[in-house]
């Protein structure tokens, strides 16, 4: 059964960073690219980033170019995404997603086949 | 890169048909044939429902489908029941190989 769980989620500050994580299970997790989906309260999903099963090839939404980092290890079925200069507009619930099928690049065009149930960030004061 | 758009809402009485579409450009919707439909349940994970514009994942009920015509895609749902109230997104691939959703569409069955 594939499982994603994702963790790390919390209260930040303004400006502050954070550091998710999604374990995965169940699937053959290199072969697969991932995505990082978010959705603010109110409001509906945005993709944020997707990155290859090798890892090699990544893609940001404009929103978060430059701030956010998606990696993954793959001895540890881990997804990553590093989160700097946090803004309010980054509050949300930050879903993983995994690429429907084991092809090459970052899955963009796949759609996803199993996502996580979610993870909070909130960033304020 | 713009959402794609889509009506806020749609309503319908059980054992009807409902359409949503979802409007882009031609530099994703229109351009790609890589349109992807999801349900998503308030405080559960969002379900694939279609993907490449018309076809069903495994298990998904055939009361689904999805069709294309230029820029705007369709879901439509047919024979309504009460468990596909939710909120409906379309995704598509874009020119600069990334990913857009939709505004999303709250489906309410009367």
């Known amino acids: 059964e594939v499982q994603l769980v994702e963790s790390g989620g919390g209260l930040v500050q303004p400006g502050g960073s954070l550091r998710l994580s999604c374990a995965a299970s169940?699937?053959?997790?290199?072969?697969?690219?991932m995505s990082w989906v978010r959705q603010a309260p109110g409001k509906g999903l945005e993709w944020v980033s997707a990155?290859?099963?090798?890892?090699?090839?990544?893609h940001y939404g404009d929103s978060v170019k430059g701030r956010f980092t998606i990696s993954r290890d793959n001895s540890k079925n881990t997804l990553y995404l590093q989160m700097n200069s946090l803004r309010a507009e980054d509050t949300a619930v930050y879903y993983c997603?995994?690429?429907?099928?084991?092809?090459?690049?970052?899955?963009?065009?796949?759609?996803?086949?199993?996502w996580g149930q979610g993870i909070l960030v909130t960033v304020s004061s | 890169q713009s959402a794609l758009t889509q009506p806020a809402s749609v309503s319908e009485s059980p054992g009807q048909s409902i359409t949503i579409s979802c409007t882009g450009t031609?530099?994703?919707?229109?351009?790609?044939?890589?349109v992807s439909w999801y349900q998503h349940h308030p405080g559960k994970a969002p379900k694939l429902m279609i993907y490449d514009v018309s076809n069903r994942p495994s298990g998904v009920s055939n009361r689904f489908s999805g069709s294309k015509s230029g820029n705007t895609a369709s879901l439509t749902i047919s024979g309504l029941q009460a468990e596909d109230e939710a909120d409906y997104y379309c995704s598509s691939y874009t020119s600069s190989t990334t990913l857009v959703f939709g505004g999303g569409t709250k489906l309410t069955v009367l």
């Open positions: 997603a995994k690429g429907r099928i084991s092809v090459g690049g970052t899955g963009t065009r796949l759609g996803f086949d199993y």
């Open positions: 990155i290859s099963g090798g890892g090699t090839s990544t």
């Open positions: 031609s530099s994703d919707v229109g351009g790609y044939n890589y």
């Open positions: 169940g699937f053959t997790f290199s072969s697969y690219a």
